[in-house]
């Protein structure tokens, strides 16, 4: 079955989505992972994207709906987790498009609740690797060397959209353009949620659960 995984930022969408691969073999379209590859080649679409995230807004549908629909070509029959996208009403609708054009179809929309208050903490002590992509926390799960990544060595740092000011700005944008969201899905009959402020593993058992 093809997901939805959605939710504020820091809901645990990217660990949820990194388990779902592991474990049950699906395929992981991250938008966020999207634009850093873009952005690292230094594409034409990735510095456009750039100049968006750095401000904590939206990067514009064209440019998403461009790099998912690059994605959705090479499946192969897999089945896929669509993470950190559609962010936006509007977004949802060139999905919709995108995947009948390609025979496709969203099985369920799983939606991860977090409180407000717990998003914060787990955003503003959020680190990464430069290197890698590989994700830290500086209480929950810190690197043994600071600002070195276990994995590569590389440098952990805090990116621009993880900043104070910039996570206010993505919160609210989150509330303003992606919570509509959960109506859209409801009237599609799709919608399903699931409540992410418990441990990964029992995160994981509930998302299982209600997709299977
Ligand atoms: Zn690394």
Known sequence: MNIVLFGAPGAGKGTQSTLLVERLGMVQISTGDLFRAAIKNKTELGQKAQSFMDKGELVPDSIVIGMVDEVLAKLENKSFILDGFPRTSAQAEALGKI????ALEIGKAVFLEVPREELLGRLTGRRVCKSCGAVYHVQSKPT???GVCDVCGGEVI?????????????????????????????????????????DTETVFSNIKRVIS
Do not use: H, M, W
């Open 158 to 198: 805090q990116r621009n959209d993880d900043k104070e000011d910039v996570i206010a700005t993505r919160l609210k944008t989150y509330e303003e353009n992606t919570l509509p969201l959960r109506t859209y899905f409801k009237e599609l009959n799709k919608y399903v949620e699931v409540n992410g402020a418990q």
């Open 99 to 102: 995947l009948s054009q390609r």
């Open 144 to 146: 043994k060397v600071a």
